[in-house]
């Protein structure tokens, strides 16, 4: 049974920073891509960043380049969260994709075949 596991969410004042941590087990064969998500209440699910799993090439959202990094170790994908700002307060997510995904879908949720139960990031001003 495939499983992602999120951890390292909490609160922080603007500026601060935070560092994610997702947990894969079961997935059949090796996933092309990891990414991080978020989401507010009312709103889509948004890519935050990607990496993919065999080289480790990433892609970011506009929103967050220069603040935030993703890497990976083994099972583990990481997201170093910097000068967080208040918009950055949604909850967070970890999906892995079986596919390879270009650069115009891997912020697409519904490309995704696995998902984490999620982290909640709150920044206050």
């Known amino acids: 049974l495939a499983q992602l596991v999120e951890s390292g969410g909490g609160s922080v004042q603007a500026g601060g920073s935070l560092k994610l941590s997702c947990t894969a087990s079961?997935?059949?064969?090796?996933?092309?891509?990891m990414t991080w998500f978020r989401q507010v209440p009312g709103k889509e699910r948004e890519g935050v960043a990607t990496i993919y799993t065999l080289g480790g090439n990433s892609l970011y959202a506009d929103s967050v380049k220069g603040r935030f990094a993703i890497s990976q170790d083994n099972t583990k994908t990481y997201l170093q969260m910097n000068a967080l700002k208040p918009d950055d307060t949604a909850m967070y997510y970890c999906?892995?994709?079986?596919?390879?995904?270009?650069?115009?879908?891997?912020?697409?949720?519904?490309?995704?075949?696995?998902w984490g139960q999620g982290t909640q990031v709150t920044v206050s001003s």
């Open positions: 079961g997935i059949p064969g090796s996933p092309n891509l």
């Open positions: 999906a892995a994709s079986e596919k390879w995904l270009d650069w115009r879908r891997w912020a697409r949720p519904y490309e995704y075949d696995h």
